[in-house]
T-cell receptor, first 113, second 113 residues
Framework: AQSVSQHNHHVILSEAASLELGCNYS??????LFWYVQYPGQHLQLLLK????DPLVKGIKGFEAEFIKSKFSFNLRKPSVQWSDTAEYFC???????????WGLGTSLAVNP | DTGVSQDPRHKITKRGQNVTFRCDPI?????LYWYRQTLGQGPEFLTY????????KSRLLSDRFSAERPKGSFSTLEIQRTEQGDSAMYLC???????????FGQGTRLTVV
């Protein structure tokens, strides 16, 4: 069965620290990859997505992610976090292009001012 | 404001009662998804529609659950004979077409007491 694993469940950082959140998936075929963010009390919003092409994807608010096919990974990065980045981050995979997203458990990020 | 509206935002019901949730997708989005999210978990796929056709249902969707999208616009999700295990956030998302972004509503939080 397809699955998505997010390595870090809770991350606490100080402002200006660098962020990397791990995401691995299990599926051997073509995948579409997503990172969503959920700010406190708000709906899920798309941060970035990868369908094809350049494996380094840039998203909103300074986030980027790199698709490494050989490692089945799609890690999220940001060089310098802000207090406003405090949120829950979800990695999701659409395996086989059937548009049914399989989600990781999420990573709760707290950024201290 | 993502444009996907869900109603109600919160629902508290007694065990055994029936509940119905509504989702209004972004206008002209032909794909509509229902997900369920429990505390500490990522969203889990329940079902999706392309226009009025329900194309896939998860095994999570027991016979107490039914979803409709009668005119290819809004959708309803009904849970009959609710159980405490049904307590969760029910999320709706809509999408214009494949390989585009899925927009989420703010969800309906169901509490079964």
């Amino acid at each position: 069965a397809q699955s998505v694993s997010q390595h870090n469940h809770h991350v606490i950082l100080s402002e200006a620290a660098s962020l990397e959140l791990g995401c691995n998936y299990s599926y051997g075929g073509t995948v579409n990859l997503f990172w969503y963010v959920q700010y406190p009390g708000q709906h899920l919003q798309l941060l970035l997505k990868y369908f094809s092409g350049d494996p380094l994807v840039k998203g909103i608010k300074g986030f980027e992610a790199e698709f490494i096919k050989s490692k089945f990974s799609f890690n999220l990065r940001k060089p310098s976090v802000q207090w406003s980045d405090t949120a829950e981050y979800f990695c999701a995979v659409d395996a086989g292009n059937n548009r049914k997203l399989i989600w990781g458990l999420g990573t709760s990020l707290a950024v201290n001012p | 404001d993502t444009g996907v509206s869900q109603d109600p935002r919160h629902k508290i019901t007694k065990r055994g009662q029936n509940v119905t949730f509504r989702c209004d997708p972004i206008s002209e989005h032909n794909r509509l998804y229902w997900y369920r999210q429990t505390l500490g978990q990522g969203p889990e796929f329940l079902t999706y529609f392309q226009n009025e056709a329900q194309l896939e249902k998860s095994r999570l969707l027991s016979d107490r659950f039914s979803a409709e999208r009668p005119k290819g616009s809004f959708s309803t999700l009904e849970i009959q004979r609710t159980e405490q295990g049904d307590s969760a956030m029910y999320l709706c998302a809509s999408e214009a077409a494949m390989n585009t972004e899925a927009f989420f509503g703010q969800g309906t939080r169901l509490t079964v007491v």
